[in-house]
């Protein structure tokens, strides 16, 4: 056991071979033990009831997909039985219910282990942003854990679980898997209900998915997304199986002129070599000007939209302000002298920006960024808790507000030996496009999973093909 | 000439039979001089001009399919060569270019006569919000005009023009068709170009289009529809040929605890006729909850749209604001203690007022609804200029909201001779379904045309099935 991968199809295996949940679950609490990161969990569930649940499964069910499989859950998301903080303490409630889609996952027989830490409110992508001990980067402490989703990157990269669930508006679903070596599914809006999810902001947030491969990453997209009547923001979405790719997309990538790395010339090799990869697999590769897209991005918090934020916080604003943590107090307050006025001419210009990129954008079929431009160190961010933070949302906090779903997926390591990470992105509804050929890549990356030893997957067995625009059927290619 | 309706089978005919479009033009003007309303034109071209232009036509062009037809445009609409006032003459300009819908039009041989009065930058839905002199109802001029496209509407009512350009955000569109006895055509929010349109809440506004029957309407609407690049809200909108309607359609109306009418038992006969009409030709009435509905209504001028406005004439009301029409100033300076956190969390009670009533409309393919729940006077709004106006918008202030289209058509007149209309309604896209469905409606209302003694018009020979759901084909049914 202590040598099993966590993934879901060596749990699946090892369970149709009679291991028993109750071992497995163990073997989360001795791994959590060994790896002994104070910072991951906010909430972490007592043993004795997460075994009480496993055993509570009785026989092997093969027809439950999540039999047996214990996962984490970011916790700004309900889990009945646990409080929900969004990482302020003050905040804490106890929800009668689990969300929407914890529901569901728990349906097809996973078990929550606990609730993770993150940045405060979801507001940042460094994980460092916290009034609770900040969770450790898996593979080098130095490295921020990235956020907001910390807790929730940090826990599947050491193996404890083989998929938890983060939260995505800006970037938090993707930029911690970057810097902790996995996969970060960020769903078409609307196509993971947010009953049960505490806003950050509530036009543009999305549960995501960490785990270890896109296979699972997928899986776990496949069985939480539905349409949720409840929920005002949700979407029909479609979640078709993960098929081959044609092999000539068009991948657009950032021009010559707007591309940036702030100066990290070892992330652009590593970049650059993906993208000769994607040449090699047959793609046609599109320089786009992304500079509509930086200004979108600088809209999220720069722009109307931190009203969204401060629409959640209002009251403990005025009322406790000492309850927020500083930084985030820094960010919320911007807020305060926007009107109404202000936030009507941010969707103007938003959808004035959206219509410059439209062209460029049509004339792709998804696009490949670096899902950050740099990496920084919990130092950098001591230094300057904000500047380094936006730079690394250059390639992510434009996503939400121009409606693309994305996966961030490891790529080979970088020469210096710190984890490569690219994301592919598309117009909402493309999830399995993106994650098609978020596959491809993962197999010629090369590498060990997250913080493990494990070696990356094998390219299973492909099914049919996918289509790739809303208004044709592609060619099937089995390659 | 001075019997030819000025319809466009007619004018077509007259054409083709060899009149001159010189001679048109002159009895347009011969008309507007007979009406002696100085309340229609803030701007009417000079005869000479309008008259030299129609020579420029040359020899008839049945091609063309408005060669040589007059029509007049609102004058927040900018026609290059006339002022744009939007009625608040210090806001004048003179644009360079015609709008790009007012350029389709001429493109199509059509020729403009003038710019109309309206209620200053298109705010209200009465018409005697205007510096200028007060358009007269075109049949009772007791009555309001309608607003916010009051002039548009009036001038076609008296059969100057067959049609012309309005503007509707809250109504503008639809009431003067109710008011003045002939047909407003809203279409989908995107169809028509707002380049070269003074807005009024820029994510609602759409031109529209006043004709004095649903076949000229919607020719209109066919021509004038286009995809625009340079305009941000620009959406590509089907408009496929009108065509005989399902048998069976489902169709809404408001149920028996939440319709209004304001204590006007006439109006409500007229509607309650109407809908025994839909009945005899085989549609089944579903009675529906418009609670919701009217509190999306609502929002329009008493929540976070009101902003929208704001964002027009900041500048103005700040530094000018005696140049404001005082009815207007009061309204948009409620716009003024609206946070930005106020304008998204008036999104998201948007949001979720539309899911509320999303059942109910689900299971409908339309809603008819009164165009208006009763009539008011001129000196009703000299006595309250606020209240009156709102409840005029009872059925029209939530379409936009609600991203639904629409068509205002007259129905019999009324047991006191006013005018009966009712207004079709479905969601963005089926403007074809709507104006096909109020074709049919209007053949059997037997009555004359705007205020003319014009006969309305006989059901001329019918295209193909229309499809009334966006993943089904209707059985076409030809009746």
Redesign the interface.
Known sequence: MRDLPFTLPALREAYAAGASPKDVIAEVYRRIANVNDPGIFIHLRDEAEAESEAESLGAFDPAKPLWGIPFAVKDNIDVAGMPTTAACPDFSYDPEADAFVVARLRAAGAIVIGKTNLDQFAAGLVGVRSPYPIPKNALDPAIVPGGSSSGSGVVVAHGIVPFSLGTDTAGSGRVPAALNNIVGLKPSLGAFSATGVVPAC??LDTISVFAMTVDDAYAVFELATAYD?AD??SRKIPAPPLSPVPPALRIGIPDAASIEFCGDDVQKASFDATVARLKDMGAAIVPVDFTPLYAVARMLYEG?WV??R??VI?DRLRDKPETVHPVTRTIVEK?LP???????????RL??L??QA??ALASVDLLCVPTMPTFYTVADLEADPIGPNSRLGTYTNFVNLMDMCGIAVPVAARSDSRPGSVTLLAPKGRDSLVASLARNLEVVAGRTLGATTWPSPALSQAPNAVSVRDDEIAIAVCG
């Open positions: 509530r036009s009547p005002a923001w109307a009203a969204e401060h629409a209002e807020a926007l009107t109404a006025t202000d936030a009507f001419r941010g969707i103007y959808k004035d959206i219509r439209e062209p």
